[in-house]
């Protein structure tokens, strides 16, 4: 007797056919617009990922009515996969060789800078794009390749809690700021912070300054910033 026998062909049960009428993918996807301004998140391997999504998330939101205002667009040496402190894997969306004309481009960090900062490809790139740049910014240990590519000379800039004194040290022509009070500074096209969830506040000035206070209370209100702000445990 075969192993079948026992079965009529009514008593198999038949899977469903599933008809997928939509790639839900591409409703997400936000086309480079060449007429919008473009924000430039700088990548590396080690990279602190709040700090790319960070800026990510401000800019990257619609106005209210829907309509796009920027291009948020990720940048490191190569095309391969950077791999984050945290471990999640981001594909680049251009190299230091194609990276399109930006507006802003915001510097982040690593836990630790050696690698970067002796990377003169990395160095190199900041320089040339801070040349066409209308901003840059850094978060946290970001501020060390700020030092290093020397754009920022006679400016205040801010780093992580603990890093000033090294920072200074290593980069007498920055004006460092007390990391212990100091959780954001301004001057001129530059700006900087602590770094972590403190991006958030360096991505939201820079959005007002580019939009108006009422997008970014309107994207404040998308990210429940409030709710951080009056969080108790």
């Known amino acids: 007797m075969s192993c079948d026998s026992q079965f009529s062909s009514s008593m198999v049960k038949k899977t469903p056919t599933v008809e997928i009428k939509e790639d839900t993918l591409t409703s997400h996807l936000k086309t480079f617009q060449a007429n919008l301004p473009t924000i430039g ?33 990720t940048i490191a040496e190569t095309i391969n996969p950077i791999t984050t402190e945290e471990g999640i894997r981001i594909l680049p969306d251009y190299t230091f060789e194609n990276c399109p004309t930006l507006t802003a481009l915001f510097v982040p960090s690593a836990y630790d800078m050696y690698s970067q900062v002796h990377n003169e490809k990395i160095v190199d790139f900041i320089r040339r794009k801070n040349e066409e740049t209308l901003y840059t910014v850094s978060n946290c240990a970001g501020a060390q390749l700020i030092g290093k590519s020397g754009i920022a000379d006679g400016k205040k800039i801010v780093t992580w809690i603990g890093g000033g004194k090294q920072l200074q040290t290593d980069y007498p022509s920055l004006i460092v700021q007390d990391d212990s009070l100091i959780t954001f500074v301004e001057d001129g096209k530059f700006s900087s912070s602590n770094g972590n969830l403190a991006s958030y506040i360096s991505a939201l000035n820079l959005l007002e300054k580019m939009s108006s206070k009422e997008h970014r209370k309107y994207i404040e209100s998308y990210l429940y910033i409030d709710r951080l702000k009056n969080w108790k445990e």
């Not at 960070?54 to 209210?64: G, L, Y």
Request: glycine share 6%; no cysteine; charged share 20%.
């Open 41 to 73: 998140l700088l990548m590396f391997n080690g990279v602190l990922q709040s700090e790319v999504i960070a800026t990510s998330d401000v800019f990257s939101k619609p106005r209210e009515d829907g309509e796009q205002l920027f291009n948020v667009i």
